[in-house]
């Protein structure tokens, strides 16, 4: 690239959030461009396990403007319809985004962002960050981690029941991925599962519709959080496994041993694999030239603005950017606010130098 392209706002990530946020950028009439790191649409999506349903009907896992159109045969989409949406919904109002493009680096110089990627360097008035978690992997340690001998998987490289076949699994975590990765390896494996504290199971009858509803009450101040419903939302496929008796956790292990796993009580018991169901954290690496102050590994937001840097907003990632944002039907509040917060920013800066 011969000049530094220069944007009012970019967009980093062209998943579900980097597009939501990117309609209502459109809608505004900003001049915006998406990066994104993958050579093809549909974010994250695209590397969950075949198997996987989403949550909720089509129609409760819709981007603004525009219904998830109901897949054929199936009730809860599959994560392929999830993707062709993305897809779809990326082409229908013509986003602007550039792809495959790491962004590596986001700096300020003089007043505005300088974006660095492996193919160029951008300049930008604002940045919405939506790189989501994916990206981010968490595993906790624990003693002897790399003494076991066998392999270790994560949900983000789980791939499907078929390697683990006849074998001895190891599932750790308590939440929706570990639930649903037990229920589908219990039908080919020997399972045991371990979590740091006992599961707590949702009611039957909720699921992303429900979860949903009570965001949007706990906003208005009418309900409590989601959490209160519990964790693990009781997908088809969990709810089999209740039914075959292989939904028990244990107390969380001390320690790996060559072989398996060992409990404070002195238990040991022989694995053939472990895959950490541990969650992820916000991939938000490209960010650390700005030096902004961290808590948990996240950096602070008032709503979707980082207070430090207010042309700075993040979407998705969780419920601290915003009530369900991590979700296709959530995400949607979340960008407009974000958009609508940027541009009378991005005005404010405007006037003030005219
Ligand atoms: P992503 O989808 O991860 O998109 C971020 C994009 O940014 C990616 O394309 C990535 O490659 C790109 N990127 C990252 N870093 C960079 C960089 N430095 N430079 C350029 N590009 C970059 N949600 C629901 O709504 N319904 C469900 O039923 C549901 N089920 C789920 C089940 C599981 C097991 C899991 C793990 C999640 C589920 N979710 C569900 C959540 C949902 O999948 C994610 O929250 C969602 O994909 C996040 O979208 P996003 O756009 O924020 O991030």
């Known amino acids: 690239m011969s000049e530094t392209p220069h944007h009012e706002v970019i967009v980093i990530g062209g998943g579900q959030a980097g597009l939501a946020a990117g309609y209502f950028l459109r809608r505004a009439g900003v001049d915006f461009a998406i990066l994104d790191e993958r050579r093809q649409g549909g974010g994250a999506w695209q590397r969950m396990w075949p198997s996987l349903r989403l949550f909720s009907p089509a129609q409760h896992n819709s981007l603004p403007g525009w219904p998830m159109p109901p897949q054929a045969g199936a009730e809860f989409p599959t994560v392929d319809h999830a993707v062709e949406y993305l897809r779809d919904y990326e082409r229908r109002y013509e986003l602007p985004v550039r792809r495959p493009v790491?962004?590596?680096?986001?700096?300020?110089?003089?007043?505005?962002?300088?974006?660095?990627?492996?193919?160029?360097?951008?300049?930008?008035?604002?940045?919405?960050?939506?790189?989501?978690?994916?990206?981010?992997?968490?595993?906790?340690?624990?003693?002897?981690?790399?003494d076991f001998t066998g392999p270790q998987w994560h949900t983000a490289s789980y791939p499907g029941p078929e390697p683990f076949r006849g074998q001895r699994v190891l599932v750790v975590g308590g939440g929706n991925s570990a639930a649903q990765i037990l229920a589908e390896l219990s039908?080919?494996?020997?399972?045991?599962?371990?979590t740091r504290r006992p599961p707590r199971f949702m009611p039957d009858e909720v699921d992303g519709r429900v979860l949903f509803d009570v965001a949007t009450r706990r906003l208005s101040g009418t309900a409590n959080g989601v959490?209160?419903?519990?964790?693990?939302?009781?997908?088809?496929?969990?709810?089999?496994?209740?039914?075959?008796?292989?939904?028990?956790?244990?107390?969380?292990?001390?320690?790996?041993?060559?072989r398996g796993a060992a409990w404070a009580d002195g238990t040991e018991r022989e694995f053939d694999s472990v895959v950490w169901?541990?969650?992820?954290?916000?991939?938000?690496?490209?960010?650390?030239?700005?030096?902004?102050?961290?808590?948990?590994?996240?950096?602070?937001?008032e709503g979707t603005r980082n207070p430090e840097e207010p042309r700075l907003h993040l979407v998705g990632y969780g419920d601290w950017t915003g009530a369900a944002s991590a979700t296709l039907i959530g995400v949607g509040r979340t960008a407009r606010t974000a958009v609508a917060e940027l541009t009378a920013e991005l005005d404010r800066k405007r006037a003030n130098v005219a």
Do not use: K
Request: net charge positive; aromatic share 8%.
């Open 227 to 258: 959490s209160e419903l519990g964790d693990i939302v009781m997908v088809d496929s969990v709810r089999d496994a209740r039914e075959r008796g292989v939904l028990h956790a244990l107390p969380m292990f001390d320690g790996l041993t060559p």
């Open 277 to 301: 169901c541990t969650g992820f954290r916000p991939a938000l690496r490209q960010l650390r030239p700005l030096r902004l102050s961290r808590q948990q590994g996240r950096i602070p937001t």
């Open 187 to 194: 039908t080919v494996a020997d399972t045991t599962w371990v």
């Open 102 to 146: 790491r962004v590596d680096q986001v700096r300020r110089t003089d007043g505005e962002f300088t974006v660095t990627t492996d193919v160029g360097t951008w300049t930008a008035g604002g940045v919405i960050s939506a790189t989501g978690t994916w990206r981010a992997p968490y595993v906790p340690a624990y003693p002897g981690m790399t």
